[in-house]
């Protein structure tokens, strides 16, 4: 059965902390993975694609890698405004349809 | 841009009513698709719709009920929704749905609360 699992649950960092989300996956092939950011009560907002492992992608304070089991998303020296909830998704190789997969999100609270 | 909208933003109703949630892109994107996402848990795909066709439902209740009629709008007709159904809905659109890695973008959002 396809799964994903983020780790840790929830995550409190003091302001320039930096650390490590992970995103460890189980699917029959994969196609894709994202991360997304949700802030309360908003829709998810598209972080970035990877496709294969080996794959990095940055933007600002984060950084994206892949793995052939995981994925991990770097916050260098957070602010008070990264606090959110960052999503992981798959995509599994045999999708006609698109269909996501989600993890269970990671919770960022940054604090001054 | 990579904007999808979504209307109204909340909405409160009764049991017995009729009401519609519309989702709407200009990004030429030819996959839409229906989440609901309850507190503190994922997004749960509902409906995907690739070329204004139906393709996928998650063996959604027929309470609920998806109609594309163009490539841009997306909308979810509701009737005789229970308290449970509350939840954040969220519309997203991809370039294309199937075999192909396509990013989902999406919407802010409809909150729906049922009386």
């Known amino acids: 059965e396809d799964q994903v699992t983020q780790s840790p649950e929830a995550l409190r960092l003091q302001e320039g902390e930096s650390s490590s989300l992970n995103c460890s996956y189980t699917v029959s092939g994969l196609r894709g993975l994202f991360w997304y950011r949700q802030d309360p009560g908003k829709g998810p907002e598209f ?21 052939k089991k995981e994925s991990f998303l770097h916050i260098t020296a957070p602010k ?8 992981c998704a798959v995509q ?17 609270q940054v604090k001054p | 841009d990579t904007e999808v909208t979504q209307t109204p933003k909340h909405l409160v109703m009764g049991m017995t009513n ?6 709407e892109q200009h ?15 994922p997004p749960e795909l509902m409906f ?6 139906l393709s ?21 007709h ?14 997203a659109s991809s370039p294309l749905a199937g075999p192909r890695t396509d990013t989902q973008y999406f919407g802010p959002g409809t909150r729906l609360t049922v009386l």
């Open chain 1, 80 to 87: 008070p405004e990264d606090s959110a909830t960052y999503l």
């Open chain 2, 48 to 53: 995907v719709y690739s070329y204004e066709k």
């Open chain 1, 47 to 67: 972080l970035f694609t990877l496709y294969s492992a080996g794959e990095e992608k940055e933007k600002e304070r984060l950084k994206a890698t892949l793995t």
């Open chain 2, 18 to 23: 009729k009401k519609s949630l519309k989702c």
């Open chain 2, 56 to 76: 996928i439902n998650e063996s959604v209740p027929s309470r609920f009920s998806p109609e594309c009629p163009n490539s841009s709008l997306l909308n979810l």
């Open chain 2, 27 to 41: 990004m030429g994107h030819r996959a839409m698709y229906w989440y609901k996402q309850k507190a503190k848990k």
């Open chain 2, 78 to 91: 509701l009737h005789a929704l229970q308290p449970e159904d509350s939840a954040l809905y969220l519309c």
């Open chain 1, 92 to 108: 599994a190789a045999r999708s006609n349809t698109g269909k996501l997969i989600f993890g269970q999100g990671t919770t960022l």
